[in-house]
């Protein structure tokens, strides 16, 4: 079946301009004449440390190689250079990139800036950000690492008072970093005033060795990432200068006056970053994932349809699309909401650092909790349902969605637990309802407006924007009931803190309404205002398959259920008119052999021949006859004949 649409065309849409997509194929390009930048052999034949190995050797290779390819300060250019050489199984510098310079950015002054910045984009030093512990990740208020002020010799002393206080799982932290970020409680005159970040020298410049103080080490094999070396820190009274607290916003003289910041929370803005990134980088995976089964669907034939003397595609099968296409629909829905939650990130960050405003970070906070949250669940998922989509051959690391599935999963975890997560966008929508609830809804935020709307009839929907009204009556609904249900407990004696934990998981489901209906709106807004119309047309099948799907997902928040025949109906017809497109809309992401490492995945449709060179190529096949046999299974079989 051919495409309707130019993918390059597409590929601009999806990358945000056509200079962006054209590079990224020039980039590709240019790494697939390098060899010295391809895995020297299928990463998942390789252990651990062969894995670590490579993925330094690798990324060496990329210094050397990176101005001749790249503009060194476009920063799409080279994440793009980075996912093609790097793949997804993590490497020395993630970290350095995704979270130490834009801290340092983000929270070190413009003395700072010149002490470290330049060393650090240079690579003449390597950072990670070490926030959490081995007791507590997601409540801050508890770490347990101090910093404390010693104004004798104007310096701070970092110390691990014990076990559960020492760093754990920051990434790129265990073998390779020789700075960190470490957020550590301030005190002062022991007087504790919360997490603080500081810059903090782990290891010798010369000799990488660890500096007297500071005990560091990888923390072992992850469920992904293992070309990545997470890891422990502690401190053994370990002084630093004044100096090295990140004061752009919070500041310690010399006598130990201490200057908090504009907003307590304004020290989270590496976190803030890496959610308002997280949507485009999931639907990057989750595209990923899909790509490799909706091409081997195209290949596989399996069982008849109209035509018995032909197998049928198994894209064919209605299951199938229902598997596939859903999550095509979602991963272009979640770069949609990326875009705009990395714009609203940057004019935050540009607000705070230039104008000390800080008013739009409790709705980005909130925005990004829930995005991060709803994304990361809703890509596992996608990324299960491709898997088996594959079948047997799913199973295979050939089909490398193992992988892909550990890395995105990691994401439900990483920059704040997604439940933890679902809660803090909760605060805000009862907030919210409590606002209105008080007759001031003149104060509601616009994403929220829409929770002071009457209740209407519930009508089969027709145009999208029947689609939302019924989405913003459901997610209502669910924010009041979850904010009355709160608040009665509360009325009824039970302290807040009971009281909210005891509405915890309907409170979840808000969140997730609200989130869903946040995605499904951004997506219909964004292709709206698609000028091509053919490209328009497309997508505007893809949202039909979107809101039919998500609706029906979330039935059990409609009272009336009989609507849900005939978006049944709708979904299922949608299904069908998205299936000559499907593999184009995934083509469309443009995504290199070499980067998805996927044997099943491979542009050439040649599925079978590839996992068998894939087969043979097991280093359990280098002999007949394996030591193993020899030692142990041979004489089993022989003890057995006697
Ligand atoms: C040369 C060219 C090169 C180009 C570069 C190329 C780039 C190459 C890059 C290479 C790419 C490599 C890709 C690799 C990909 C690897 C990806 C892996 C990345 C993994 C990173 C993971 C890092 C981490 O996980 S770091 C640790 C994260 N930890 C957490 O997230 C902890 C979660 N917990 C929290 O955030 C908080 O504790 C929270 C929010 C749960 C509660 O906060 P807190 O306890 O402080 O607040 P409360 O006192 O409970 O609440 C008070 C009040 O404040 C509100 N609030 C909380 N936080 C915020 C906030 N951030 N902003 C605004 N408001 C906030 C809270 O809601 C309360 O409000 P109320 O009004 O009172 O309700
Ligand atoms: C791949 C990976 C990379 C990471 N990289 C880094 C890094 O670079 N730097 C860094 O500092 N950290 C890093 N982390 C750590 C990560 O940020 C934390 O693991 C994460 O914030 C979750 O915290 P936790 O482990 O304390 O989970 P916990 O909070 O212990 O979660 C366990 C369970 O308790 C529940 N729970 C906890 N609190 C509440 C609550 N208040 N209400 C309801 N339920 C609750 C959670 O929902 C969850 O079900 C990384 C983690 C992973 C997996």
């Known amino acids: 079946m051919t495409a309707t649409f130019d993918t390059d065309r597409m590929a601009a849409v999806i990358y945000g301009s056509e200079k962006l997509a054209s590079r990224r194929r020039e980039i590709s390009a240019a790494v697939s004449r390098i060899p010295e930048l391809h895995d020297s052999r299928p990463l998942p034949f390789m252990d651990r440390l062969e894995k670590v190995t490579e993925m330094t050797r690798k990324l060496a ?51 700072q800036y010149e002490k470290w910045l330049g060393r650090a984009r240079r690579r003449e030093i390597i950072g990670c950000y070490a926030q959490t512990e081995l007791g507590h990740g997601s409540n801050l208020r ?44 301030l005190i002062i005159r022991d007087r504790n005033l919360g997490p603080h970040p500081f810059m903090v020298q782990l290891r010798d410049e010369e000799t990488h060795r660890p500096l007297q103080g500071i005990t560091v080490g990888d923390i072992g094999p ?120 990395i714009r609203l990130y940057d004019q935050l960050i540009l ?4 104008h000390g405003n800080t008013s739009g970070m409790a709705d980005l906070h909130a925005l990004t909790s829930g995005l991060k949250s709803v994304v990361t669940y809703q890509t596992g998922e996608g990324i299960e349902q491709a898997r088996m989509a594959c079948g047997g051959h799913g199973y295979s690391m050939a089909s490398y969605i193992s992988e892909i599935y550990g890395v995105a999963i990691g994401g439900c975890t990483y920059e704040g637990e997604n439940m933890v997560m679902l809660l803090q966008l909760a605060r805000y929508l009862v907030k919210s309802v409590e606002l209105i609830k008080n007759g001031k809804s003149k104060e509601l935020g616009p994403m ?96 039909n398959v979107h809101v039919n799907y998500e609706l029906l997902d979330c039935g059990i928040y409609l009272h009336d259920v009989s609507l849900l025949d005939s978006i049944k109906n709708q979904l299922y017809s949608s299904l069908h008119s998205l299936r000559p497109n499907a593999l184009s809309l995934l083509d469309s992401f443009q995504f290199s052999d070499i980067q998805l490492r996927s044997v099943l995945g491979r542009r050439d449709g040649h599925v079978y021949e590839n996992l068998f060179e894939w087969a043979k190529s097991s280093p359990l096949n280098v ?3 394996l030591p193993s046999v020899d030692r142990y299974l041979r004489p089993m079989m022989e003890k057995a004949k006697l």
């Open 623 to 625: 002999s007949d006859v």
């Open 61 to 111: 290779a990329l210094n050397k190689h990176l101005p001749d390819i790249i503009d060194p300060n476009d920063y799409e250019e080279g994440l793009h250079l980075y996912h093609e050489v790097m793949g997804m199984e993590g490497h020395p510098l993630a970290l350095h990139e995704v979270m130490f310079i834009p801290g340092l950015i983000g929270q070190g002054s413009d003395e």
């Open 222 to 341: 992850k469920m992904a990432f293992n070309g990545g070396d997470n890891g422990f820190l502690g401190f053994d009274n370990y002084r630093i200068p004044l100096g090295n607290l990140l004061n752009r916003h919070a500041r310690v003289e010399e006598d130990g006056i201490y200057v908090k910041p504009p907003h307590a929370k304004v020290g989270h803005s590496a976190m803030i970053r890496v959610r308002s990134h997280m949507a485009t980088g999931q639907a990057w995976l989750l595209a990923h994932s899909l790509i490799i089964a909706v091409r081997y669907s195209a290949v596989r034939r399996q069982g008849f349809l109209e035509d018995k003397t032909r197998e049928v595609k198994i894209l064919d099968y209605q299951t199938q699309q229902y598997r596939l296409f859903p999550s095509i629909a979602r991963a272009y829905a979640f770069i949609f909401c990326g875009f705009e939650t």
């Open 142 to 185: 508890s770490l347990e690492t101090t910093a404390s002020y010693d104004p004798s010799t104007r310096e701070f002393i970092i110390h691990t008072p014990q076990i559960t206080a020492l760093k754990w799982w920051p990434g790129a932290l265990g073998k390779s970093s020789n700075y960190a970020i470490v957020v550590a409680n």
């Open 351 to 354: 607000d705070v650092n230039k």
């Open 448 to 543: 929220v407006a829409y929770l002071a709307e009457p209740d209407t009839q519930e009508k089969t929907p027709l145009e999208l924007k029947d689609y939302v009204k019924l989405f913003q009556m459901m997610s209502k609904r669910q924010s009041w009931k979850a904010t009355e249900r709160y608040l009665k407990l509360v009325e009824g004696g039970v302290s807040r803190d009971v009281a909210w934990n005891k509405t915890a998981v309907e409170l979840t489901r808000a969140s997730r309404l609200h989130t869903r209906l946040y995605i499904m709106e951004t997506f219909i807004r964004r292709v709206s205002s698609i000028e091509d119309m053919n490209l328009r047309m497309v997508l505007r099948d893809l949202v």
